[in-house]
């Protein structure tokens, strides 16, 4: 299974003083060491973490693929298709939002992303799509003729921290949620088996999967036990280790999870 490290939150800490420090190439050598096998960064519309000369200095400082994860917005995507990284991932964009909150819509801008994929097989960048876990999305997705998807996992992890980190609140609308832990568990039960539901439809459709949002170090492991996933994209977690003990080694720590499946 690979590891894609998101590193837009190297980039966040840079622009809370707006200098060069952290140096977001500087983290490429590290993350090679640690055994990342792809770097993701996501290019945002409104620029507050990842800027355009940042996507053009990984792509020429690393030999790792890059998976730049981005809107449908005209601009952002003529900006992919110029520079060219290996995979780019559509995600939905609100500009309210602290993270990506939902997976992308995929019946209602089934026009845009389909102008998108063809954009981008034209400059030779294969097309993912940031997804909620329903299996009609991966039916959908599969007849655009998209046959790279990446699961959502937020609301997983959000259910796996209210149940077992003590969160008591949803992450994203901070309402207080007055829900017993038997029925927390249902609800992660229920989307771990949406979750395996999608694994198993891709797989049949020959897709390659990658699931991401919110996995950490702990909630990790119901998802490792989900047969057939190839990839990952784990940021914060791994951000947030590394304050501790490097970026080196909280990817190894990650890898290390990852390889005892
Ligand atoms: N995958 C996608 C599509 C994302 O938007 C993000 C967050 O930028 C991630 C993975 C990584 O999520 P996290 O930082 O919560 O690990």
């Not at 990658?210 to 057939?228: F, R």
């Amino acid at each position: 299974m690979k590891l894609g490290v998101n590193i837009d939150h190297i980039a966040v800490l840079r622009e809370a003083r707006q200098i060069n420090d952290p140096n977001i190439i500087d983290s490429l050598y590290f993350c090679k060491m640690g055994g990342a096998d792809q770097i993701t960064i996501h290019l945002r519309e409104d620029r507050r973490h990842i800027k355009d000369k940042d996507v053009l200095h990984i792509l020429s400082h690393t030999n790792l693929p890059i998976n730049l994860e981005c809107s449908l917005d005209k601009n952002i995507l003529n900006f992919v298709a110029t520079h060219k990284p290996h995979i780019a991932t559509l995600v939905p964009e609100n500009r309210q939002e602290v993270t990506t909150e939902g997976g992308l819509d995929i019946t209602k801008f089934e026009d845009d992303i389909t102008k998108a994929k063809k954009l981008f097989d034209k400059n030779a960048i294969d097309t993912s799509v940031f997804i909620d876990p329903n299996i009609d999305t991966i039916d959908m997705v599969y007849k655009l003729g998209i046959t790279n998807i990446e699961l959502h996992t937020g609301h997983y992890a959000n259910i796996y921290a209210m149940l077992y980190g003590g969160l008591r609140h949803s992450s994203h609308n901070i309402k207080e949620l007055d829900i017993s832990n038997e029925k927390l568990k249902i609800l992660l039960d229920k989307e771990l088996k949406k979750i395996k539901a999608c694994v198993n439809l891709a797989k049949f459709y020959g897709m390659h999967i990658a699931v991401g949002h919110g996995l950490n170090y702990q909630n990790i492991s119901n998802i490792l036990e989900i047969k057939d996933i190839d990839e990952l994209n784990i940021g914060q977690s791994i951000i947030a280790r590394s304050v501790f003990v490097g970026i080196e080694q909280a990817i190894k720590d990650m890898k290390d999870l990852v390889s005892k499946r």
